[in-house]
């Protein structure tokens, strides 16, 4: 079984709709939670990044951890066709080693 | 700052020959990460270093893959021989100072035919 679980899509939206990502995790030692964006041919670049359970909202995207159910996910409201990518979760325990998920791939429609 | 820099960004080859990777990470991070990413295995960590010295390299596949990083400023990612298992983009990270953020760079897309 893979420490960290995430549907790899495609998830296609129309533009406009809310968006749902999320990953399973099994290693209850993870403490740290991110989000990578990756456009196609470029490298991941972080999105959100969030330490404790609850949620954290920056701008259109809310990034929410549940680490009793060992859940995080992702949310963007008012998505929009430059969202369209692929989404990394990735987490870590206490040092540099960050193990990621597979990645959903999204596409927003116009 | 240009970001994290990666070369060659396409490398075709055929098997069994020796293939380098290069990277040079934004200047002042002390940690740097060298990843493999597939569509089957997604984003794997090969090993990362800290303050030019090698902390992690378990992810490293086998003995036909070695890493160095002379300075501060350089790293390189060998393979020799060469697979076509290998076919993979290999991405080089950095990070460092007032953030644990790790910057990646473009990648190297690798084929071996």
């Known amino acids: 079984q893979k420490e960290v679980e995430q549907d790899p899509g495609p998830l296609s939206v129309p533009e406009g709709a809310i968006v749902s990502l999320n990953c399973t995790y099994s290693?209850?030692?993870?403490?740290?939670f991110m989000w990578y964006r990756q456009y196609s041919r470029k490298g991941p670049e972080l999105l959100m990044y969030?330490?404790?359970?609850g949620n954290k909202e920056d701008g259109r995207f809310t990034a929410q951890v549940d680490k009793s159910s060992k859940y995080i996910s992702l949310f963007i409201r008012d998505s929009q066709p430059s969202d369209s990518a692929t989404y990394l979760c990735?987490?870590?325990?206490?040092?540099?080693?960050?193990?990621f998920g597979t990645g959903t791939k999204l596409q927003v429609i116009p | 700052d240009a970001g994290v820099i990666q070369s060659p960004r396409h490398e075709v080859t055929e098997m069994g020959q020796e293939v380098t990777l290069r990277c040079k990470p934004i200047?002042?991070?002390?940690?740097l990460f060298w990843y493999r990413q597939t569509m089957m295995r997604g984003l794997e960590l090969l090993i990362y270093?800290?303050?030019?010295?090698?902390?992690?390299d378990s992810g490293m596949p086998e003995d036909r893959f070695s890493a160095k990083m002379p300075n501060a400023s350089f790293s390189t990612l060998k393979i020799q021989p060469s697979e076509p298992r290998d076919s993979a983009v290999y991405f080089c990270?950095?990070?460092?100072?007032?953030?644990?953020?790790?910057?990646f760079g473009p990648g190297t897309r690798l084929t071996v035919l």
């Open positions: 200047s002042g991070h002390d940690y």
């Open positions: 969030t330490y404790s359970s």
């Open positions: 290693n209850s030692a993870f403490q740290y």
């Open positions: 990735a987490m870590k325990k206490d040092y540099q080693k960050v193990t």
């Open positions: 990270a950095s990070n460092g100072g007032s953030t644990d953020t790790q910057y």
């Open positions: 270093f800290n303050n030019n010295v090698p902390i992690d």
